[in-house]
């Protein structure tokens, strides 16, 4: 079936270090790729996506690159912030469906 | 432009009690969700309408659970009556259009308690 695989956590981390989350995923067919945050007290938003092979997906500073031949879709970011500290989830959706699935998520605590 | 609203924040209820869920999509969008996190684990769906109509509904776990969404508009989540194991965070999230890259909306969530 679909699925969608990420990282466990918490990861923490301290200001201004590299951050790697990793996802990969299981689907029949070619699907889009999402990355959600909520952030402490509020709602899903919606952090980049991809939606075909080798696209990268970035906003915020974070980036996701879409690669096939791994099934993966890892979120990174060069810098991590203490407002970065969130809850991340891998999602994805196929073409022949609208719902999304999703990944367990990853609790992202960064220390100042 | 107002977002995706969800009632109430927070609710705890004793198990066999009944417990109703709203959520106000962003005004336009035909198309509405209704998804829960259980206990920490993935997010999972469980229904879709287009306007009024359910478009699917196989994430629904069980008979207790009974959505509707009258006029096309808010929709409600009733369980009924409710478990443990309904203890979650529930999402709501609209889109303008169910498929493509229309990006769905969510609310800030409702979390339910059930002791």
């Known amino acids: 079936g679909n699925s969608v695989t990420q990282m466990e956590g918490p990861v923490t981390l301290s200001e201004e270090a590299f951050l790697t989350i990793n996802c990969t995923y299981t689907a029949t067919g070619y699907p889009s790729l999402f990355w959600y945050v909520q952030y402490p007290g509020e709602g899903l938003q919606l952090l980049l996506k991809a939606t075909k092979a080798d696209d990268k997906g970035s906003n915020k500073g974070f980036e996701a690159t879409y690669r096939k031949e791994t099934t993966s879709f890892h979120l990174e970011k060069g810098s991590v912030q203490v407002s970065d500290s969130a809850v991340y989830f891998c999602a994805l959706r196929l073409d022949s469906n609208y719902q999304l699935i999703w990944g367990a998520g990853t609790k992202l605590i960064i220390k100042p | 432009e107002a977002g995706v609203t969800q009632f109430p924040s927070h609710s705890v209820i004793e198990k066999g009690q009944t417990v109703t869920l709203r959520c106000d999509p962003i005004?336009?969008?035909?198309?509405l969700y209704w998804y829960r996190r259980v206990m920490g684990k993935e997010i999972k769906f469980l229904l879709h309408?287009?306007?009024?109509?359910?478009?699917?509904e196989s994430g629904m776990p069980n008979n207790r659970f009974l959505a509707e969404r009258t006029g096309g508009t808010y929709s409600t989540l009733k369980v009924q009556p409710a478990e443990l194991e309904d203890s979650g965070v529930y999402f709501c999230?609209?889109?303008?259009?169910?498929?493509?890259?229309?990006?769905?909306?969510f609310g800030p969530g409702t979390r339910l308690t059930v002791l």
């Open positions: 999230a609209s889109s303008q259009d169910g498929r493509g890259l229309n990006e769905q909306f």
């Open positions: 309408f287009v306007k009024e109509s359910k478009q699917d």
């Open positions: 005004s336009g969008h035909d198309n």
